[in-house]
């Protein structure tokens, strides 16, 4: 391997000698030799290629460059047939190829304001968005109500598993320790005022009338609507939905209702589970650190707390359970061709079904306060 | 004869019960273009894998160089892989580059160049590769079937490789595009003594191009030779590959064109 080279002699007439192997390995060196010459050398130069070595695409790229079109057809005929083809081949292909000059950017100040005004929009639309979508699946929902023929059974109980059963156990798990860390907090506060025994109506009603409902739609938007979403998008990705659309077939109908209604009769069920791990985990702290009895739990459980307090805790899960299919189904629609467009809605899917869960839960928890319930 | 770049011996691999090659050999010799032809799942891209060291096949030895690819280091194994440039079947892009950026990531990493040299070569590259100026600075999602095919030969002969392992390049380009491709890997060949590995179904590219032909068929190397001897070969369905209607057309065609010359 020769280092490459090349020398200008200032001689009348001047002359270009080009030397070596022009290969990537010298490319960046080589750059800069070129970009010197090319001012100096005038249209008469002789050029001599008798002496270059190897060449290779980048080498061949740069040679043309310096050489220009006219020079190829004059000085190549010393080179080889395989060098010589290399060396056209890439002048024809560069000859109309540059890269375009990159427009100079905006003032800070205008791309601030047009980002917040995209941002802006971009939120309006989202939101009529799901209004549309909302819409649509209430629409198709009462379409089939009344033919039962066109239920689709299967991949109801199929998602049925996925979003219920399977969540179960996490759920559960994650109410009980809630539950006793909720129990916890009240009996250190509670114990300066010598109410610990009120320890018990915290849990309770904490957990009947917020905590059970709000942690389990939470845990079903990071792990149903993701699912959802990449479910739906990589069908999407992979032209499946347009291939259902041209079958005749309704995406809504066959891929959306059966996991609205899945989830809107999973997670009903799994707050009831919540509930009741909640208080499970409550009651353990209370026997274990202060002395309440599992039997005294219950009886205090049944005076005080009324049972309006468990309904309008379980009031709620149908409306989470609704946004939460709707979102994560709608942003797998949004995807767009590629695996990264599934994974950037996956997560917009997953922030908004959150952020609307805790929006509407607030709500709730105002109007509920308003009316007395 | 010329030294064997790439030496497969014995290779076996299998799917849990299902065998997909059984005892295959394979020479891949400098300076040639080689064309592995067989029928639709004979394990023609299961082939490239186990030989680029993607799929560790359950029996046998590829020999690059000389060299056991499984039995390097991952510098060395690093080192012998740039001197691969792979075109997968639905090219492989980077998602999440531009087209440029795509190419000039292998120059910005393993040549060392700063991005601005990188960029300007990889613009070389995409222009030599014959994709329009005006797609240089998308991304992969919203380029053509056949965009996408050049623009990973780009990105494959962006190190200016040594062997050029190419999976079905000329499937999904129109036939003009298909008919440059074939020359162009013919110029690069010629010019940079290309060893290429051509996985195709293009009759019209094995008829224009192509030095040896190897038939991939009953889990082996059927035959491998120059493509005249490999379709007088006695076998029913190399018969029928070769002789059928689009093989009788492609091989007028590759006549006309000689002919012409």
Known sequence: MTAPSATLDHQQPSSLRIAGDWTLAHYASLKRTCEQLRNQYSPDTAVDLSQLGRLDTAGASLLAELLGAERLERCTSTLSEANRALLQTVYRSVQNYCIPVKQPERPVLIQLLSRIGRAVDALWQDTLQVLGFIGLILQTLLLRLFQPQRWRLTPLVAHLEQTGLDAAPIVALLTFLVGAVVAFLGATVLAAFGATIFTVDLVAFSFLREFAVLLTAILM?????????????????????????????????????????????????????????????????????????????LSLLQTDIGVQHFLVGLAKAPFFAFLIAAIGCLEGFKVSGSAESVGAHTTSAVVQSIFVVIVLDAIAALFFMEMGW | MTEAVIQARGLCNRFGSQTVHENLDLDLYRGEILAVVGGSGSGKSVLLRSIIGLRQANEGRVTVFGQDLAGLDERQRSQVERRFGVLFQKGALFSSLTVTENVALPLIEHAGLSRADAEHLAGVKLALAGLPISAADKYPASLSGGMIKRAALARALALDPDILFLDEPTAGLDPIGAADFDQLILTLRDALGLSVFLITHDLDTLYTITDRVAVLAQKKVLVAGPLSSVAQADDPWIHDYFHGPRGRAADDAALRARQER
Do not use: H, W, Y
Request: contains cysteine; charged residues 10%; aromatic residues 4%.
């Open chain 1, 221 to 297: 938007a990071g792990r149903t609507a993701s699912a959802f979403t990449a479910q739906i998008g990589s069908m999407k990705a992979n032209e499946e939905i347009d291939a259902i659309r041209t079958l005749g077939l309704n995406p809504i109908e066959l891929l959306v209702v059966p996991r609205v209604l899945a989830l809107l009769i999973a997670l009903p069920l799994l707050t009831f589970v919540a509930m009741i791990c909640g208080m499970v985990g409550g009651a353990v702290v209370c026997a274990l650190s202060l002395g309440i009895s599992p039997a005294m739990f």
